[in-house]
């Protein structure tokens, strides 16, 4: 019998990580230098046929080893990856994950803990529950304490969200969920999912949500208190902007209405002594979307729902004799089913703890103040430009803009040119009935020459 190819776990898994990682390394950076920019050139025919002829046959009858086998696959990758580490792609809430949260999720990957039971995951155990509660101190403060639990994102989040609405008021009927319609489409889909009322949509026309429009809408739903839930918005997908929370946490209260906010964007303005104003009110939400993957320059998944009050997570107890037992749970073993909906998970939480540990909050503060300046940046080079329009100034990171003169379907022709040539990568939104171009900058060593590049690339595709 021959000998299994070597485990990544152990004593002995480190000395087998090694040579690998550097092939892995040495094919990343290849693969980068091929690539050339932030996009691969040729749109997705090209990219599929060489990512075909690169790795060739992906189930061979025999193996070509393990070095061969990371060698072509990684370099394939990331000759076609969408790098968000490159200025120029800056399309998507998809940020570059710091160095050290890949190296900590090199290692979560390595010992592979699950984290659905105690025995599985002992540490990463307890590592979480110190995490999710300085975070949901950074909400709710520390008296009384909220929670959190980790998610795979916004989407989890918030469905989460809904869940415990739902829950919470079950016995007195569904719950009627309000959001604007600026919201985000998982909001909308999770209450489906769950089988609830189909939400209404309070109107945004400003690009946040309408106060006297909510305030009307709470007016003509009666039941119960916690028998609406208003899911309120901070950084909106299309413009990064913010619901003005606390006077909705106002209405909230006078309504006896539930509140959540999808901070999934926005909730990274929390670390920032600058800008964290910008969220008053949040602690006074019933539940908060936060994703790490966004701004807290962590790998995806890095997701989390915090919770005001810790005993709304009683809902989501769950017993499997073989992974909490009662009599194992009496004796003190950690109970984690209730932890999550899910049952095998991966320990997500390291590489947050990681980050959290040696940036702490002012470092992480520096990166969110840093990645809004260059958007106001960016916003000012737009605003100067005689070629181009602003839509507004930046809430976050995120600018809209479009060529002057120039119609929506030039628009989306210029942003396809460019993702074509793998010049540049750039997001649509459509506000107000008109079509923007739109960079979410979230890389904090993006330099003012290459937001001039950004205009520039755009005003080369665009008819004068």
Known sequence: ?????????????????RPLLAVTLD?????????GGPLPA??????????????????????????????????????????????????????PPLALAVAADLAASALNPSMDSWDQAPAASAIEVQVTRALAAEVYGTDPAGDALVTTGGTESNQLALLLAREHTIAHGPVHVLVGENA?????????????PEPSVVPAPSGTLDLVALDEALSQLTGPPGSVLVAATAG??????????????DLCAAHGARLHIDAAYGGGLLFSDVRRELLRGIERADSVTLDMHKLGWQPVAAGLLLVRDPRDLGILGHHADYLNADDDTEAGLPDLLGRSLRTTRRPDVLKIAVTLKALGRDGIGALVDQVCARADEFADLVAAHPGFELYDRPAVSTVLFRPAGADDQQIAHARRHLLGEGSAVLGRARLEGRRWLKATLLNPYTRPGELAEILKLVEGTTPR
């Not at 094919?27 to 690539?35: C, P, V």
């Not at 909106?236 to 946490?249: F, H, K, R, V, Y």
């Open 1 to 17: 019998m021959s000998t299994p190819p070597p485990l990544a776990g152990g004593v002995q898994g480190p000395a087998a990580l």
């Open 27 to 35: 094919a990343l950076r290849d693969g980068a230098l091929a690539r």
């Open 42 to 95: 040729g749109g997705p025919t090209a990219v599929a046929l060489r990512v075909r002829e690169a790795t060739g046959d992906v189930l061979p009858a025999r193996g070509e080893g393990a070095e061969a086998a990371l060698r072509a696959l990684v370099q394939a990758v990331a000759a076609g990856a969408a790098d968000p580490a490159d200025a120029l792609c800056a399309a998507h809430l998809h940020c």
């Open 184 to 196: 985000h489409h998982s909001l909308p889909r999770a209450a489906w999912l769950l089988g609830m």
């Open 236 to 249: 909106t997908t299309d413009a990064g902007l913010i619901d003005p929370i606390d006077q909705i946490a």
